[in-house]
């Protein structure tokens, strides 16, 4: 079954070559970002400070916040790219990220090749990606082209490619982060189709995203995020609500 627990996480990035007077006066005077920690002769911003979640299989959490609240940094967490400054994370299951599909990709490799190395990345067996193949190819839906290096293909077929792989997997733990362009309309429109039956299959999905309906369709809890820190965690629309009501009253000072 998939879980996953982070305990009193804490992310801390470096900052180099950077001036502390300056960096410290425009994140205070921001809205939202992490706070600048100074110490120890190091300048750091503290993007996640002190996160503890409890994520059990069915789970289905939105993380909601402005740009710079930590949405981001909490799934490259979860997703084993960044490990935490201090606190734990531990997971059950395998884990999928929509926020970097198009990693491990070879520009000189034909689409058939990627479709292979991809494939291997995201921990198929060979005998696995034999028999997706096909369905990977038809759903990118670039034809003779998956015959030619990767390098001539626009951003968009690339995209395309890297779409149909990532979700052809059956992930224990989906996390996603923002839209994903994926070409020219009638395969968004395909795409959009894909992507809830990816998203319907997942055990425990974590979304980062602005689109309130997108929340509110795949989501039933929301976390609000600011500074880096837990505001409220609750039922999706309750959370929604009270995060634009502070927008609101934050417009109308």
Known sequence: ?????????????????????????????AATGGRVVLGGGRTFVRAVDGLSLELGHGTRLALVGHNGAGKSTILKVMAGIYHPT?????????VASM????????????????????GRLLGFSRREIA????????????GRFLDMPLRTYSTGMATRLAFAISTAIDPDILLVDEGIGAGDAAFLERAKQRMEGFVGRAGLLVVA??????LLRWCTTGAWMEHGRLRLLGPIREVLDAYHGRDRREAAE
């Open 1 to 29: 079954m998939a879980s996953m627990v982070l305990r009193d996480v804490v992310v801390d990035i470096p900052v180099y070559n950077a001036s502390t007077r300056s960096l410290k006066n425009n994140v205070v005077s």
């Open 86 to 94: 201090a606190g734990r994370m531990r997971s059950e299951g395998t």
């Open 99 to 118: 926020f970097d599909i198009g990693f491990g990709m070879d520009e000189d490799a034909t689409g058939w090749d990627n479709i292979a190395l991809r």
């Open 131 to 142: 028999k997706r193949t096909p369905e990977i190819a038809e759903t990118s839906e670039l």
């Open 209 to 214: 995203s602005h689109s309130d309906d997108l």
